[in-house]
């Protein structure tokens, strides 16, 4: 079974900002880690993911993730962020050679970016 | 490019009430997930098909059906509808085998 904990229910920030938004996963399996973006009365969209390889890995909208496998963990930050990142984010692992559809979720963390 | 199509976006019930949610997968993609995230919830794993046949099952309520067609779209029937019920109900297809499922826009339920 797997298990994810996004430890920062919400995290405001200014724009401009840097910004890390914290993911821990327990899995008894492999597994890929995903991060997903909603925007208020949107579908999940997927901005990035981490398979195999290098352990840092670039999404959509300048952010990026780094997996730590001793630390069992998948940190999502981006350097400067900007209004528009305002949403809500979530942190998915799916097991490898499993369903790729069936993801575990964590609790969702809500970037608020203020001018 | 096609994307997953969900249908209703928005559904108002009454208690105990039923209802049907839709949902069209992108062409070629044989498998179909469904997922309910309640407010402020993250997703939760209701149910999958995979070539017509149920392949997975979360925490689908005994009250929940679902079943996948032979164009490939599916549909989940909700019976008795309680005020818990209400959340945003998603799908999402992939090809079987890869790693990546695409998320519909989903459908909102308010049961009231």
């Known amino acids: 079974a797997q298990s994810v904990t996004q430890l920062d229910s919400q995290v405001p920030v200014f724009e401009e900002a840097p910004v890390e938004l914290r993911c821990n996963y327990s899995?008894?399996?492999?597994?890929?880690l995903f991060w997903y973006v909603q925007y208020p009365n949107q579908g999940l969209q997927l901005l990035l993911k981490?398979?195999?390889?290098?352990?840092l890995v670039k999404g959509i909208n300048g952010f990026e993730a780094e997996f730590n496998k001793s630390q069992t963990s998948f940190p999502l930050r981006k350097p400067s962020v900007h209004i528009s990142d305002t949403a809500e984010y979530f942190c998915?692992?799916?097991?490898?050679?499993?369903?790729?559809?069936?993801?575990?979720f964590g609790q969702g963390t809500e970037l608020s970016v203020k001018p | 490019a096609a994307g997953v199509i969900q249908s209703p976006r928005h559904l108002i019930k009454e208690k105990r009430e039923t209802a049907t949610l839709k949902c069209y997968p992108i062409?070629?993609?044989?498998?179909v997930y469904w997922y309910q995230q309640g407010p402020g919830q993250d997703p939760q794993f209701l149910i999958s098909f995979y070539e017509k046949m149920q392949s997975d099952k979360g925490s689908i309520p005994d009250r929940f059906s679902a079943q996948q067609f032979s164009d490939y779209h599916s549909e989940l029937n909700m019976s008795s509808l309680e005020l818990g019920d209400s959340a945003l109900y998603f799908c999402?297809?992939?090809?079987?085998?890869?790693?990546?499922?695409?998320f519909g826009q989903g459908t909102r339920l308010t049961v009231v």
């Open positions: 899995s008894s399996v492999s597994v890929y």
């Open positions: 062409p070629r993609h044989d498998t």
């Open positions: 998915a692992v799916s097991e490898i050679g499993g369903q790729g559809g069936k993801l575990i």
């Open positions: 981490y398979l195999s390889g290098s352990t």
């Open positions: 999402a297809s992939s090809l079987t085998n890869s790693w990546e499922a695409f």
